[in-house]
DNA sequence: GGCCAGGACACCA
DNA sequence: TGGTGTCATGGC
């Protein structure tokens, strides 16, 4: 398994640009601007988040103090094209009102904020602050369910602990094995992920065992 | 015009 | 603990 899951990993790197995957379009505080775009990032896609961040970035708005300062009705007029702006500029108030200053931010830390949960939290702990934590999210459950690794509806800890069990804890591993899998399920994935052309497609549990995807779920313990 | 996207949360049973 | 509704914009 472990091998499987590393060969997985070289595939997916080798078929798409994993490398300083997650974009600094400012870069005076990273920190910040990919913890915004975490926030920003949830349930929407990136080309939005794109336009919102640079709005924010063409307001100055993209350091912990600026944010902290601004009125929350600027920031929601910024961040409209993400959509759910109501919500998100709450929380990146928030999240600036509780970390800045702050030496220590932990996950118990991000997950007290409203608006955070364990996704974006994990994503900010590897991509802003480079701590070796796997992030899930639908990709990897959709990606590795449909592999036949999981079961489809493995809970989150389940899933990242899968992981964290059989992958040596590498930040770099993990940024680009995630970022792998949200680029595979962007471009293929998305409609027939095991199909003739999918670069995955001998990693696939089911065809290997003639089992139906539908037919048969595999429990997370089971066989690794 | 409908569907989906790199979720989170409140509410209810 | 699990299911459901809500939040919202923009691209295809």
Request: charged share 30%; hydrophobic share 35%.
């Amino acid at each position: 398994m472990l091998n499987q899951l590393y060969k997985v990993y070289s595939t997916l790197k080798k078929e798409y640009c994993v490398e300083d995957w997650w974009p600094v379009y400012d870069g005076r505080e990273p920190f910040t601007e990919i913890s915004v775009g975490a926030i920003l990032t949830q349930n929407t896609n990136w080309n939005n988040v794109e336009k919102a961040l640079k709005h924010l970035i063409s307001k100055d708005l993209i350091t912990l103090e600026s944010i902290k300062n601004a009125d929350k009705k600027i920031i929601e007029e910024l961040v409209k094209p993400a959509g759910f702006y109501k919500r998100k500029s709450e929380t990146i108030k928030e999240f600036a009102d509780r970390v800045y200053g702050r030496k220590n931010i932990d996950r118990e830390l991000l997950l007290s904020i409203k608006g955070i949960g364990k996704e974006t939290a994990d994503s900010i702990l590897l991509y802003a602050l480079n701590k070796p934590v796997f992030v899930i999210d639908a990709y990897a459950k959709r990606l590795f369910s449909r592999l036949g690794y999981i079961s489809e509806d493995i809970s989150y800890d389940n899933l990242q602990s899968f992981f964290h069990k059989n992958l040596e804890k590498d930040v770099t591993l993990f940024q680009e094995y995630h970022a792998g899998i949200v680029e595979h399920c962007k471009s293929i994935c998305k409609k027939k992920p095991l199909c003739e052309n999918c670069p995955l497609k001998d990693f696939c549990k089911y065809k290997k065992q003639e089992i139906s995807p539908t037919s048969q779920i595999h429990k997370q313990q089971e066989g690794f």
